[in-house]
């Protein structure tokens, strides 16, 4: 395995993230904070305003940790490196990557997660500040970490599959933004999933998009044993290989469509 | 005969518009298809969290789902008419294409804000105005004459869009690059998602104000609903002023600042 190119690609990837700092910032403080404000609004509304005292056998005090742990993996989900492989598609940009004795979809993407692993080490700094409050184990804290991160891959790898529809159609932004859609609500970034009715279980429960947030969470705050998060991690990875298959496939027959017109 | 000049410039924008539309025929059913989804998810959210509490802060589903109704309309009309034009408003500084626009015996602003027309997002202001109707009657709306007011409050969301997209766009003479910035402003617009009485007093009192989001569904529909205080008109009026006159400001000194990148 050449370790240099990836390790080149990864210091590229974080010098381009970083290289305008103030909008680094921005999109930090953006995507953190704005959602878990909206969130806790959520549940000011039903237990302060609305005089709840239980919602889906949570407490105000059980949805407001989940606000404020869900915070740190919600951070590492994210990365639009797939939008960029849709975007060499249709440019034709693609032939330049293909000249190269890399695999694309990984240069991209390890470029792509390098300011996520950036964040991945904030995010551990400032829970283990929130594990202390809470009084949550750090080692659970590393554990969600680990969970988190094999969920950015899965996220990637279910984009790179998505983005070679692009191949088909000229291109795949319209299919990645819904894909994206659904994921903020089936990742248990917007709400914890556990308030879906029981009826409603099964949607969130078939896709891998808890694993991304809510199942971190969920094992960051206690609530899953660790036997539960080792048979979890066991079917991130189980979708973290079927996905390098799907790669595999779709890569191989949008190759065979490719015009390389643009490029 | 200004005004008739402008109208005759705005005609021609929509007909080219039209032929560009027309010659990307599958874009059309994509971008239904990302917003239909935007909707579901957007209403799949309080449908979950209706499936556990019967009211959010005083507003039944039915009310909420009014307001949802009304706050798509109001987003689809902005998208129909503005959004592309802050999609591409940094590059106009960036690339030095504010250049042509600045020759031009027109308002430079004007035609950097109206030349791209997403013709495909009307369906969603229908789409919207189905929900609106559908809830209308459960949600406690009078309708008769009252629907006149729909409209009216259609274009109070969409100018308030405006205005607010604006103040943040006009950032990018400062910053460089906007794409920060801009998606600062899609996290704040999540404020815009849920009705404002929800909101704690601080949060409310910012977005009635200094972020005045929840003019784009929310105060609309409460005034649809139940009509708003004398002072609740007053602050709007004043609000939606203040945003104008500082946005011209802002125009002007950007002004000064741009460098012409092209040249």
Known sequence: MNLQWRIAALKNGFQDATAYRVEFLFEILGSAFVPAAIQWVLWYALFQIGGATEVGGMSYSDLVHYTLV???????????????????????????YLLRPVSVVEFIYIRGVASRLFIACLCLLVGSGIAATLGLSPLRLIGAMVLALIGNIIHYQIGAALST????????????????MVVNLLSGELIPLNLFPASMQWIWKSTPFYLYVFGPTQFALGKWTYLEYLNQLGIAVMWMLGMWAVIRLTWSLGMKRYLSLGG | MRLAYYLEIYRVQIKNNFVREAVYRTNFLTAVTVDVIWIAVEVSLFTVLYANVNTLAGWTKEQVYFFLGIFFSSDALFTVFFQRNFWNFSDLINRGDLD??????????????????????????????????????????????????????????????????????????????????????????????????????????????ALPFAFIGSVPARALLYGLEFHEYVNLVLVLLSFCLLNSFLWKKALLRYQSASS
């Open chain 2, 100 to 209: 042509i626009l600045l020759t031009k015996p027109v308002h430079a602003l004007f035609l950097a804000l109206s030349q791209s027309i997403n013709l495909t997002a009307i369906f969603n202001i229908f789409l919207g105005l189905a929900i609106t109707v559908q809830y209308a009657g459960p949600a406690g709306f009078l309708g008769g004459a009252r629907w006149l007011l729909v409209g009216v409050w259609l274009l109070v969301g969409l100018i308030s869009a405006l205005l607010i997209r604006f103040i943040f766009s006009i950032t990018v003479f400062w910053t460089e690059r906007s794409w920060a910035i801009s998606r600062l402003y899609y996290q704040f617009f999540a404020f815009a998602t849920k009705p404002d009485t929800i909101y704690p007093r601080a949060i409310r009192y910012l977005i009635l104000t």
């Open chain 1, 70 to 96: 869900s915070l740190l993996f919600s951070q590492i989900r994210g990365g639009d490196h797939d939008f960029e492989l849709q975007e060499m598609i249709r440019s034709g940009h693609l032939s330049n």
């Open chain 1, 165 to 180: 529809t692009a191949f088909l159609w000229e291109e795949a932004y319209s299919i990645l933004m819904v894909k994206n």
